[in-house]
T-cell receptor, first 113, second 113 residues
Framework: GAGVSQTPSNKVTEKGKYVELRCDPI?????LYWYRQSLGQGPEFLIY????????DSGLPNDRFFAVRPEGSVSTLKIQRTERGDSAVYLC???????????FGPGTRLTVL | GESVGLHLPTLSVQEGDNSIINCAYS??????FIWYKQESGKGPQFIID?????DKRQGQRVTVLLNKTVKHLSLQIAATQPGDSAVYFC????????????FGPGTSLSVIP
């Protein structure tokens, strides 16, 4: 498959637990983005990677959220001490460079009970 | 903070008719605007973009109009088809790059066969 893939597609967890969401970008894309989308809303920017480094993490809501991209390809979004308000669809996108069109994955639906 | 928003949350159109989806933005510093289509269970898909130094851009069956005077953006879809049924988002970026894209809340387009 040539598109952006995200795993798992659905994740149900309990309040206070730790979760990891994975994104596999399109091969060769240097830029990678995480967004969060609540029901009926547009995606909300969280963080942007250029290569291995987080070029802009200004959208992360608080220090419970963290993301890594250690080898400049796969990225993991990590959420500690999950809260019910974290329930949303987490979208990942990648682009060849930051000046090119973003291609989105199908998202991971996170439900915090 | 400044944001991008939509006038109409839902729009129903007869198959074959033209559709017009409107968007108001408030950040006068925005330089780059993008329309996305999102089908159920999928991530947003790029449709068309326009820079602030343009007032019109055409693609295949789609046209985007930008009126900077009134901070208004519209997406016109010609000969609307059932496959056009989706949620449409306008989005803005402060520069002509994609590294930080701000989405509006979306308009749901329903095509009546």
């Amino acid at each position: 498959g040539a598109g952006v893939s995200q795993t798992p597609s659905n994740k149900v967890t309990e309040k206070g637990k730790y979760v990891e969401l994975r994104c596999d970008p399109i091969s060769g894309h240097t830029a990678l983005y995480w967004y969060r989308q609540s029901l009926g809303q547009g995606p909300e920017f969280l963080i942007y990677f250029q290569g291995t480094g987080a070029a802009d993490d200004s959208g992360l809501p608080n220090d419970r959220f963290f993301a890594v991209r250690p080898e400049g390809s796969v990225s993991t979004l990590k959420i500690q001490r999950t809260e019910r308000g974290d329930s949303a669809v987490y979208l990942c996108a990648s682009s060849f460079t930051k000046d090119n069109e973003q291609f989105f994955g199908p998202g991971t639906r996170l439900t915090v009970l | 903070g400044e944001s991008v928003g939509l006038h109409l949350p839902t729009l129903s159109v007869q198959e074959g008719d033209n559709s017009i989806i409107n968007c108001a933005y408030s950040n006068s510093a925005s330089d780059y605007f993008i329309w996305y289509k999102q089908e159920s269970g999928k991530g947003p898909q790029f449709i068309i973009d326009i820079r602030s130094n343009m007032d019109k851009r055409q693609g295949q069956r789609v046209t985007v109009l930008l009126n900077k005077t009134v901070k208004h953006l519209s997406l016109q879809i010609a000969a609307t088809q059932p496959g056009d049924s989706a949620v449409y988002f306008c989005a803005e970026s402060p520069e002509t790059s994609y590294d930080k894209v701000i989405f509006g809340p979306g308009t749901s387009l329903s095509v009546i066969p």
